[in-house]
């Protein structure tokens, strides 16, 4: 095919993609089950479901930075259609910020690469597939270079959630139903990211290097600062799990930076907090069902109403807070150890700090949920009906691969992983 | 040129419908500058082009509007935050801006008013969409930037033909099947176009 190749970074992503959209198949049929919708709604909810699997398996496996380009619209649009499944003003008015910030961030895309594409029209060549613009980078005027990947970058950070666009998400992840939430929280993450890399791939390939990875550097520690300043008093259970993604975006980001450890590490991070976070927002049917809410202030004693789930949850806190056992304790390590020897010390020492509110806030509120009797006067109203243990299986099972790739990573998985990392060293 | 006097004008403009107008000139211009800048593509793709930039940039998106303006009655008043002579003066600094900017680059390839004027537009739509109330006046600064985007790709269109289809499938994608679809649907959900109506999604 022209504008598709399968290397490695796509056959890792769509991996991942696989193994989530499997749960989140099944927990729509359950949404649909315990929230009963009108026969169209549903089948536009399916069909958008649909489109952007398709949309983000051809946007991983795209060769050709305008292809990606294309399907990265192609996903806003879908996912516009998932967002506004609850037909509500709320959900209006999410759509319209996630599309309206999606269209600007789509057309900075386009203007980075037509600068890239100007640029690579001076070095007398007109093919704007990766290979041919890594092959060109050094050729490249490096004013040009630099401008495109400012747009570039500042486009996809809407899809990946990073500091300039990251708004747009959070507001959508919200309203969307669960199931929808998880895989907007998880794989079409993963297409930002994609953009990111393969552009990224380019730049370090240049005499911008440098600066590509001060930029980057720059980005995700005030992403980090902002998640940490929304986190610590929220207590919304969904905007909790965005904010936290945002976060996780920005360590991927910054194990970018730090050589080839670092993007080997990165890019295992990446796989588990799409397994880690698509679970957690599975689970968030669960506690809708039990308590009607999703504001974590009222719940409380779900160790008593749902044992199961409340254990299952327990563990993804562990998991997403990157605690041991967590797998993403690993791959952290792994990243801050990357930093420590290209000697940005002081940057450990930042985003540790970042990094310990964040986990106290997640903390604080999940323990809440699970362990603190409920207010009496929330109890009084409260008939939470009993779930099936079975319902909370998928995350476990989801959950339980991020561990065993984080400590038992197998081999092929590894070899894919440093394929990877070898593009850019 | 004309493009950069249709942007002053619009920084001072206060009403919805002119806004709409100068959306409006503006397609004509591209449409005109289209013709003439390329002129070593092939005719099919010209035609196209222009089919887009005449039918799509200057009737069918203005005449759209207009109609949304009609059905949901929005007040003519546009409700700048900022007084005119503010949003002319930070105008002429983005484009001036510009100018010492790319001359600062000094780059020969890409003709300097070319890229003055789409830079320009580009930020100007940023600015006029931070700046007004009216959802709808989004949607236009939206349209203002689509257009710096398409000068753009004029100035490179000549040797990367596909590039320009793919702005031009930006342009009828973006505009029209998402902002236009949503903004008549927020207009009778919401009975306002007003920004300050969707603020309560917060932390």
């Known amino acids: 095919m022209q504008y598709f190749t399968l290397d490695s970074l796509s056959i890792l992503m769509m991996a991942v993609l696989a193994i989530v959209l499997l749960p989140v198949l099944i927990h729509s049929i359950i949404y649909f089950h315990d929230f009963k919708a009108p026969k169209g709604q549903k089948a536009i909810y399916y069909t958008a479901l649909f489109v952007l699997t398709a949309a983000l398996a051809l946007g991983y496996m795209s060769n050709q930075i305008a292809m990606t380009w ?14 506004y499944h609850h037909r509500e003003e709320l959900a209006l008015e999410a759509v319209w910020k996630y599309v309206f910030v999606c269209a600007i ?5 386009f203007i980075g690469i037509l600068f890239w594409s100007l640029a690579l029209y001076r070095c007398g060549s007109s ?13 490249m005027d490096p004013f040009w270079l630099k401008m495109g990947y400012i747009f570039i970058f500042c486009g996809y950070t809407a899809k990946m959630g990073l500091f300039p666009m990251f708004t747009a998400g959070i507001d959508a992840k919200d309203n969307a139903p669960g199931p929808a939430a998880a895989m907007l929280s998880s794989v079409l993450v993963n297409l930002g990211f994609v953009g990111i890399f393969r552009t990224y791939a380019v730049v370090a390939g240049s005499s911008s290097a440098q600066w590509g990875r001060i930029l980057m550097i720059v980005t995700a520690v005030l992403t980090l600062f902002i998640a940490t300043t929304y986190m610590v008093k929220i207590c919304n259970y969904k905007r909790m799990l965005a904010y936290s993604s945002i976060e996780h975006s920005a360590i991927v980001i910054l194990g970018l930076c730090f050589g080839k450890v670092g993007i080997i590490f990165a890019i295992l991070h990446l796989l588990m907090h799409t397994l880690v976070k698509g679970g957690l927002f599975l689970h968030y049917n669960q506690l809708v069902k039990v308590y009607g809410t999703k504001m974590m202030d009222k719940m409380g004693g779900y160790l008593q109403l749902n044992p199961f789930g409340a254990i299952v949850l327990l563990l993804g806190l562990f998991s997403i807070t990157a605690i041991p056992p967590s797998g993403m304790f690993m791959s952290e ?22 990094l310990t509110v964040l986990i106290w806030a997640i903390c604080k509120s999940i323990i809440q949920v699970i362990f603190l009797p409920l207010k009496p006067e929330v109890a009084a109203e409260l008939k939470a009906p009993h779930l099936s243990p079975l319902r909370s299986v998928s995350q476990l099972i989801l959950f339980g691969l991020a561990i065993y790739i984080g400590y038992a990573c197998p081999d092929c998985i590894t070899q894919l992983i440093n394929d990877v990392a070898s593009l850019i060293y | 040129m004309l493009f950069i006097i249709t942007i002053f004008l619009m920084a001072t403009a206060n009403r919805l419908r002119n806004y709409v107008k100068l959306v409006m000139v503006q397609g004509f211009l591209l449409f005109a ?26 009737i069918a998106v203005p005449v759209f509007l ?35 900017l790319i001359s600062a680059v000094n780059d020969e390839g890409i003709g300097k008013l070319f890229f003055v004027t789409s830079m320009s537009a580009i930020l100007f739509g940023l600015y006029f969409i931070c700046s007004r109330r009216k959802l709808l006046s989004h ?30 499938l930006l342009d009828i994608f973006a505009s029209v099947l998402l902002l236009g679809f949503f903004a008549g649907k927020i207009g009778d959900v919401f009975k306002s176009t007003d920004v300050d109506s969707l603020t309560t999604l917060k932390d």
Not at chain 2, 37 to 55: D, F, G, K, R
Not at chain 2, 83 to 97: R, Y
């Open chain 2, 139 to 168: 949607l236009i600064g939206y349209m203002v930037i689509e257009n710096g985007v398409f000068i753009l790709t004029l100035a490179v269109g000549n040797h990367m033909p596909f590039l320009v289809n793919l702005g031009v």
């Open chain 1, 333 to 354: 390590l792994g990243i801050f150890n990357a930093m420590i020897e290209s000697g940005c010390w002081w940057l450990v020492v930042i985003v540790a700090l970042f």
């Open chain 1, 70 to 83: 294309v399907l990265t619209e192609v996903t806003t649009l879908a996912a516009g259609m998932l967002i």
């Open chain 1, 127 to 139: 093919d704007l597939s990766y290979a041919n613009l890594m092959a060109y980078s050094d050729k």
């Open chain 1, 105 to 109: 961030s789509v057309t900075f895309i």
């Open chain 2, 33 to 58: 500058l289209a013709i003439v800048q390329l002129n070593e593509i092939t005719v099919s793709n010209l035609v196209w082009i222009a089919i887009e930039t005449l039918l799509f940039k200057s």
């Open chain 2, 66 to 100: 207009f109609r949304l303006i009609n059905r949901n009655k929005i007040t003519r008043e546009a409700e700048p935050f900022l007084p005119h002579f503010a949003s002319l003066a930070i105008t002429v600094v983005i484009v001036a801006g510009m100018y010492v």
